[in-house]
Structure formats: structure tokens, C-alpha cells
């Protein structure tokens, strides 16, 4: 059997629904954050079924050991409500790869109603002016 092809971290993983028909979704948010963050070794998408939608970041973190593979579950559906607005999935990702970058645009003025979130990523409830894609 031939080795298995290196993993390139970090790596995101888009999981989403085929009985749902979420692939356009989830390739739009992969697109996004690849254009936005070259720095990312890897967007894969992984078809599911039974109304997932989840994207998850695998990267590499101190352990005991030395480097251990960390992952984190950046949105959860079934969690958070909903899915994500494209400014706070990419501030999710920014503060875990590129904690020192700016975001241009898309980092305008925070308001009230965004101060303090969980995750800091709107998608509970809509925000005035709307422009998501739920």
C-alpha cells in the first residue's frame, strides 16, 4: 500500500449534509477562507448525512510530547443555530492562525449586539441589514 500523503496544517474540514444540499454552502465558506488566508495547508469538504453542518480546524499546538495535532470545532449547527456569517467564521479562523492580522473590510465597526458572543460569530440571530446566507 502507498504511504499515505502528508497532512498540510492547519487543515479546515467543512462537514456538511447531501440529503440537505448543503455542498454549494459549504464550498462557498471553503472558497472564502482560502482566498482569504493563503496560509492554510488544506479546506476539505466531507459529505455527511442527518443535517450536519460543521467546520472543524486541525493544527499543530504544544503538548506534552512537543507538537501534538490540536483540533477545534469552529461551528456547530446543531450548537450554534444556524451557520455562520462570513466575517466571524473568518475572525475565528484569524485569531487562530493569524492572530496579528487585520482582515480589511470585513473587520468594519463591532456593534453592541456582537460584543461578548460565545464564539464571536453572529449566526443566532440575524443581524440588522442581514446579507448571510441562511
Known sequence: MPPSPP???PKITITYCTQCKWLLRAAYFAQE???TFPTLGEVSLRPAT????TIEIFMMGEGEGGQVAVTKVLWDRKLDGGFPEVKGLKRAVRDLVEPGRGL???EG???EKEKGRGRGMPGEEE???GGGMS
Open 7 to 9: 497532512i498540510h496544517y
Open 50 to 53: 442527518g443535517g450536519i453542518f
Open 127 to 129: 443581524e440588522e441589514g
Open 109 to 111: 465597526h463591532v456593534g
Open 33 to 35: 477562507l482560502l482566498s
Open 104 to 106: 480589511g473590510h470585513v
